[in-house]
């Protein structure tokens, strides 16, 4: 349910696509939200894109993964471990957007030219809340190469961390790393106990008694 209406919202992408204005009204601009007090811009960038190909990519991996989670917190509340299953589903999709961004406000606040869009940081805390929960189950890495998850994520917080000190390109690796570090924290959060089903997941058995 969640997970489809972030995808309806997202579709304001479409419209912003044809009138540009709307896009840098709606844009992360840490400039203008330090000096201008434009807060609202630290939620609206995330679901706006910047072509086809960026939103495409992110409502794939959203739809896939954010279903899966879904499913997993309402299973947990049947075993008791949560309470309120959408409101910690929705409280993961605030944290991750605002938590993912901040490095990013912080290090380009005096940079007016600087901007970006996406739900990236979002989308990878959706994904690692489910390698937390599914560690050894697959995920294709460019749709083609299935490789265990808990190794994609470990590839995958390397590669963003390295690309986010490099800054040789476009994309906001930072927020990607950050938004990665929340999904994969944030069930510790719900109910600490759950490390006991991540790590007999990767076959970790604890002896307690």
């Known amino acids: 349910m969640i997970t489809l209406l972030l995808v309806i919202i ?21 400039y203008l939200i330090h000096k201008d007090g434009e807060y609202y811009r630290m939620f609206t960038n ?22 899966s989670v879904e ?7 049947s075993y008791e471990y949560i309470r309120f299953p959408y409101l910690h589903l929705s409280i993961l ?17 005096n940079n007016p030219e600087y901007s970006a869009v996406g739900a990236s940081g979002m989308v990878s805390a959706i994904v690692f809340t489910h390698i937390f929960f599914q560690p050894m189950e697959k995920i294709y890495f460019y749709f083609a190469i299935p ?36 999904g994969f924290l944030y069930p510790l959060l719900m109910n600490p106990k759950l490390i006991k089903h991540f790590l007999e997941s990767l076959g970790i058995q604890l002896f307690t008694g």
């Open 10 to 30: 997202s579709l304001i992408s479409l419209i912003a696509f044809r009138y540009p204005r709307l896009q840098d009204k709606l844009a992360l601009s840490p």
């Open 46 to 67: 995330a679901f706006i894109h910047a072509d086809y190909i960026h939103l495409g990519v992110n409502m794939i991996v959203l739809w896939s993964f954010g279903n």
């Open 71 to 77: 499913a997993i917190f309402k299973n947990l509340e």
């Open 93 to 109: 999709i605030i944290l991750s957007i605002l938590g993912s961004i901040l490095s990013t406000i912080r290090k380009f606040r």
């Open 147 to 182: 490789i265990p998850g808990i190794v994609f994520g470990i590839l995958y917080l390397i590669y963003s961390s390295y690309m986010g000190r490099r800054k040789r390109d476009n994309i906001n690796h930072d927020a990607h790393l950050w938004g990665a570090i929340i």
